[in-house]
């Protein structure tokens, strides 16, 4: 294959986009990878496409290869299969939800869970046909709230998606083992560098979900590690250890404090010290108001989440909380229809009389006395005790998750990091398999209810992971397996002989099956450039053919690591191609 400059449909920029805020998005608009035509719906230009062609042929090579079978679902697709799981509805805002011309409701398929079940249910029906794993990769439609960052959360995307048939829970965990090991190469291949991380609940620290995240720190995922027991997991899935009942009895009584001029808790924390009671923001119970908007349920539901005053409410953590919920924030006009909700005065004491939902933290235990809202401008209450005072209806995990926090497994100390989603595996069970009744007769001729796991790699996010990770100040830095090209040769001059002697080059290296980008443009682009843009799209290889080409050699650049080496005219061939081949 060789790509001539001076034909390739190729624009590069030397301005970033204005709406861009990460490395990748710029530097794939930059380099003429990719172009926006609505927020999160991106085209894909030759060189994205083949970027894109090359991550989507690694991770089809190692389903194969792990005995996964393609197949290809439309993104079109009829109601009533989401209709069947309750995902019609469970799946509010995100879901891309359409009509055909006789009003007969679609969607366009945001992960494909329903039809795959449905499509063993029709096709299998004995333990002789399993297990089974059936994958596809294929566009996915997702009206996320917050696309950003260019093709890294696309409201539409490429998603591998596979799905495991099992007859049984060692069954399941064989195919889950396999598409982990399986992740693992793929991710290994593209050169991504990852960490898997637990996506279920921290104590148990099963393995039944785990996510693989791109180490970046632009990642909208936060996680922990810990250091001491190996325990890793997504904050979303931190489990806090709930905190030791203490004596009621032994706490002073209620009291009620004026408070002036205290709607933070630095100064709240001020005046009431200087009130005679010694606090510090943990000793303060900050109560956060919420509205948690279920699918399908016209009005939002007011939820209070008490947390001591030194965490912030993680809004993330909270919204897997109350999954499918989504949280909303309480605003000016939602207090206005809420006057028992004093905003900066809210407190726990009465809250469940008047009706709200108030959960805790759990780090906030019963028996514990708190400074907290009076549920009056202006006023305080010092020793409300939890379960006294007020009551706690239950715990819920909303607090920031912060490094030094200790591991629930161990309770060493944890450190956090960011990281982008790249892959996930999950052990689903019997889920869709119950709403879908899919059962094989079994070897005693019994009908056996089939176990399912499923496993997502974000294909065109991988293409953005990796122009996250691997960037410096002049543009993209591929690696060999995915780069738009093996190598990118640049004639530098006017010297007809350097274009001869570059197409040459081109001609021979493009015969061998080395992939070939030629900037053979004559004329008004000079060799500055050209250089500028060959870094920018970042090949992995450059080779320089210019003025040096009269002492018989050319300038061969890694395009990593900065190196250059002069190669004498005749050897360039055999150089580049043993470089090509790795
Ligand atoms: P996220 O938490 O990032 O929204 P998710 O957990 O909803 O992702 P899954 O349903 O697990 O995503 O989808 C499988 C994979 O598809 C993810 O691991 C991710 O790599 C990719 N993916 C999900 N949403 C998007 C998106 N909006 N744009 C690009 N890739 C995505
Ligand atoms: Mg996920």
Request: with cysteine; proline share 5%; aromatic share 8%.
């Amino acid at each position: 294959m060789i790509w001539r400059m001076s034909s390739l449909f190729l624009r590069t920029l030397r301005e970033d986009p204005a709406d861009a805020e990460v490395p990748s998005h710029k530097l794939l608009v930059r380099g003429g990878y990719v172009r926006r035509v609505a927020p999160g719906i991106y085209s894909w230009l030759p060189l994205g496409k083949q970027v894109l062609e090359n991550v989507t042929r690694v991770v089809r090579e190692e389903m194969d290869r792990m005995g996964g079978q393609e197949v290809q679902f439309p993104a079109l697709l009829p109601r009533e299969y989401y209709e069947a799981t309750g995902r019609w509805t469970e799946y509010g805002d995100n879901l891309f939800r359409l009509q055909d011309r006789r009003g007969n409701d679609y969607l366009l398929g945001p992960t494909h869970e329903e039809m795959f079940t449905d499509m063993v249910k029709s096709e299998v029906s004995s333990y002789k046909d399993l297990p089974v794993t059936l994958y596809q990769i294929q566009t996915k439609y997702r009206d996320e709230a917050r696309p950003r960052a260019g093709i890294l959360r696309g409201r539409e995307f490429l998603m591998k998606d596979s799905y495991s048939f099992d007859l049984d829970d060692d069954g399941l965990k064989h195919s889950y083992a396999e598409h982990r090991d399986t992740y693992i190469r793929i991710f290994d291949r593209l050169g991504i560098k990852y960490k898997i991380v637990s996506a279920v609940s921290g104590a148990m620290g099963g393995s039944a979900s785990e996510e693989f995240l791109a180490t970046a720190p632009t990642g909208e995922d936060t996680y922990v590690a810990c250091h001491n027991c190996g325990y890793a997991a997504n904050v979303e899935a931190v489990e806090t250890a709930v905190a030791a009942p203490q004596d009621a009895a032994a706490q002073p009584a209620l009291r009620v404090l004026d408070t002036p001029d205290t709607p933070t808790i630095d100064s709240l924390v001020t005046v009431v010290s200087a009130l005679g009671i010694e606090i510090t923001a943990k000793d303060t119970l900050k109560n956060v108001v919420v509205k948690v908007r279920y699918p399908g349920v016209k009005e939002p539901k007011v939820l209070i989440v008490g947390l001591p005053g030194d965490r912030e409410v993680d809004l993330k953590r909270l919204e897997a909380a109350v999954a499918p919920g989504e949280v909303e924030m309480f605003e000016a006009e939602d207090f206005a229809k809420h006057p028992k909700l004093v905003r900066g005065y809210i407190g726990p004491v009465g809250l469940k009389e008047a009706g709200y939902e108030y959960l805790v933290d759990p780090r906030v235990a019963v028996g514990s006395a708190w400074v907290t809202g009076a549920n009056e401008a202006g006023k305080h209450v010092a020793y409300a005790v939890a379960g006294r005072d007020f009551d706690i209806e239950g715990t819920v995990e909303a607090a920031e998750v912060r490094a030094g926090d200790v591991c629930p497994r161990c309770a060493h100390e944890l450190s956090i990091d960011r990281g982008i989603e790249i892959g996930h595996i999950f052990q689903l069970g019997r889920k869709y398999a119950d709403a879908a009744k899919l059962d094989v007769l079994g070897k005693d001729g019994k009908p056996v209810r089939v176990t399912m796991g499923s496993y997502g790699v974000g294909v065109s996010r991988a293409v953005a992971v990796l122009a996250e990770q691997l960037h410096d100040e002049l543009g993209l830095v591929w690696p060999r397996e995915v780069a738009p090209a093996d190598v990118h040769i640049v004639a530098a001059g006017k010297d007809p002989a350097i274009y001869e002697t570059a197409n040459r080059y081109a001609e021979e290296l493009g015969a061998r099956g080395v992939r070939v980008l030629y900037d053979d443009r004559v004329g008004s682009v000079s060799p500055g450039v050209k250089f500028k843009d060959a870094e920018l799209i970042g090949v992995p290889t450059i080779v320089v053919v210019g003025r040096n080409l009269a002492d018989g050699v050319v300038e061969v650049r890694d395009r990593q690591t900065g190196e250059k080496a002069e190669v004498a005219v005749p050897d360039l061939v055999e150089h580049v191609y043993a470089l090509a081949r790795g």
